[in-house]
């Protein structure tokens, strides 16, 4: 079950590059994994042979950093779970985006990353500043639904509907979800016959 996320402090990376889909982020190689975890050392791996690449660099290193900040379209192509995975993996807890494929953003909400949108040219602001200074913060207020960057005097509202806000901020996965309503299920099962397959009958 993943914690409860209520407020994410730390700084950022700016990957500035749009149309980054799930092969990019985490590339097929690393999905004959068996286990959950150990997918942030496969996060970006083919442009992590590249030395410059942002995660490659120093200044955007370190247990402080808690955010990506990248372009627009982020998680497009195929609906894998090893994304969100090797992102969380990773370290990161928010990704901020003018815009996401809404299965990716749904597989980031299952496991308590943050997909933040913000207007585009609001991320623009951010990406620049990021890239002039790495050790600028970001606060994600997910009580309150806001963004703000101290540094640039930048407090925005981001939009997250009421049941995945709920959910974040309870720490809620699908299981701890239906068992919310465990009372309601067995009264249901006691009044099923008794030829019908029951929840949580022997075999």
Known sequence: MPDPVQEIVGRAVPLNRSDVDTDQIIPSDWLKRVERTGFGEGLFSEWRESSDFVLNR?????????????GPNFGIGSSREHAPWALEDYGFEAIISPRFADIFR??????????IELPHEIVDRIMAA?????????????VDRRVA???????????????????????????????AHDAEIAAYESRRAGWLPRVGAGT
């Open 58 to 70: 120093a200044e955007y290193q370190g247990d402080d950093v808690r955010v990506l900040v990248a």
């Open 106 to 115: 749904n597989n980031c909400l299952k496991i308590g990353l943050v997909p």
């Open 130 to 142: 990021l890239e002039d200074d790495p050790s600028i913060e970001i606060v994600v207020d997910v």
């Open 149 to 179: 960057v101290p540094a640039l005097d930048l407090d925005e509202p981001f939009h997250l509907d009421d049941f995945h806000h709920h959910r974040l901020v309870q720490g809620l996965d699908d299981v701890a979800l239906t068992l």
